[in-house]
């Protein structure tokens, strides 16, 4: 069969005009343009939340005390300054003068344990003094900076019925501003009566009782029924002072006390200190001792204990009188020369104790 030629002629034509209908039309069909991605204004991708739900804590999230009252910016009168033995003038020759009595729990060690002086933690007196609603004990230091670097916590023992176990101990910790603080404080108390081992006046190594065992008071974690109970705060000078504010219905109108400095344990569950070691794993800082130097009971100094609402009758365990007062002191320095020493106050041989010149010793 013989096809016309004009056949593929026409067939060649179409061909050619489909191509260019087509072409046309990409031609005309526009292009869309991606324009880049603005990261300043581009919007967040939605955060993940982690398992577990757990926030962190943060200044707008922590609990908010209100307090309804609080202690006086200045303080009333002192009262009787109770004076303890410093260290300030043997400090160079790594030895303390005298005051120190495993014994009886009295501590005269404001010393590393290499026998270094930390004056900000040796204890020149405290007082007492109150009004309406307050207690205010001060502390006199031989130091400027409550705030030493190493960490002294400050303390105020108190005991109720003069039996030598505190029932109290007002438990203060770095760091001290000159405003009234409560998140410093906490207060502990003895509630099995073991803070002094099994005996006040003897020394027990191997006591393993929890001393002040119950915290009633936390001012920094919001603790207690009372949010106002107790404050702390330092005042700056060349002999710094560490004060104490504390509601007096705590303790009422009777009571013995007295104050302690501690950059060593720090430990209130395992007062008294002199019933958890033998004497020589403490160690003396008299350098006459048998002891000397200090071993594993270092950098703390406390005091005796002074009555307030009542009269020492002579017995008082702890407390500030003569026959309780030990100044042990050594009687020779490093040559074997004698030493000198001064009698305590109230040693004079007339009712206030008998004092030894040779072992500076108030019997």
Known sequence: MNIPKFFYLYIVFVLVVNQACALSFFADTPVPVVDSVDTATAEPAAEVEEPGGNETPTATNLPVIDHAVRPGETTPPPGKLIADVESSS????????????????????????????????????FNLSQDEDWYYVSIELLGDNPNNSLGINYGVEIDLNLDGFGDYIIWAHPPYTVEWDVSIVQVFQDSNVDSGGSSVTQSENVFSGDGYDSLVFDGGAGLGSDPDLAWARMVEGQKALVQFAFKRSLIGSFFTLGVVSDAGLKDVSKFDYNDR???AQAGSP????????????????????EAYGFEVVGNEPKACQPD??????PTNDDQGNPLSCEPPPNCDGNGGGAYDPNTCECQ
């Open 90 to 125: 043997t400090a160079a020759e790594e030895r303390a003068p005298y005051g120190d009595s495993y014994k009886i729990n009295r501590f005269e060690r404001p010393f590393q344990k290499d026998m270094v002086y930390i004056p900000d933690m040796d204890i020149l007196n």
């Open 277 to 279: 070691f033998d004497e």
């Open 286 to 305: 008299i350098r006459s001792k048998e002891f000397y130097p200090l071993g594993a009971l270092y950098a703390v100094d406390n005091t005796c204990w």
């Open 324 to 329: 309780l007062e030990s100044v042990d002191a």
